[in-house]
């Protein structure tokens, strides 16, 4: 496992109980809860048995608290929010992707167009200019 993976790793382990995922997202339990049945976000069994949330689901709450606080928004219009930022995250992902993919085209078009000049350079007869 490389650097990256584990720490990504690290982000979505539960680490927190559930009140104090509460407390750091600055939201009550109840909330949490309520995000829990909309399934918004999902606590995870710990080590020891409680239920607890990552890094990555107290980040989560914290977004969710300030569409709510900030925009007003329900719960229903929060979790199409967050639907539509997801989907805006994987399209710029595959847009990544795509833009690597074709730069890699274009480096192999460039490299064969240069062989083929080579090549013709080397296969055309040049003759003098008969004036």
């Known amino acids: 496992m490389n650097w990256k993976d584990w720490k990504a790793s690290e982000y979505e382990k539960p680490l927190f109980t559930r009140s104090v995922a509460a407390r ?14 909309e399934r918004l976000v999902e606590s995870q069994i710990m080590r020891g048995g409680d ?11 914290a977004r969710i608290r300030r569409l709510q606080e900030d925009l007003e928004l329900d719960m229903p219009a929060v979790e199409v929010v967050l639907r539509l930022r997801q989907r805006v995250i ?42």
């Open 24 to 37: 750091l997202a600055r939201v009550s339990v109840e909330f949490l809860t309520q995000c829990e049945q």
């Open 90 to 131: 994987e399209l710029l992902r595959m847009l990544d992707e795509m833009e690597r993919v074709m730069a890699n085209r274009e480096e192999e078009l460039i490299a064969e167009i240069r062989a083929l000049q080579r090549r013709m350079a080397e296969e055309i007869p040049w003759e003098k200019d008969e004036r």
């Open 51 to 61: 239920r607890g949330l990552s890094r990555r689901d107290i980040h989560h709450l």
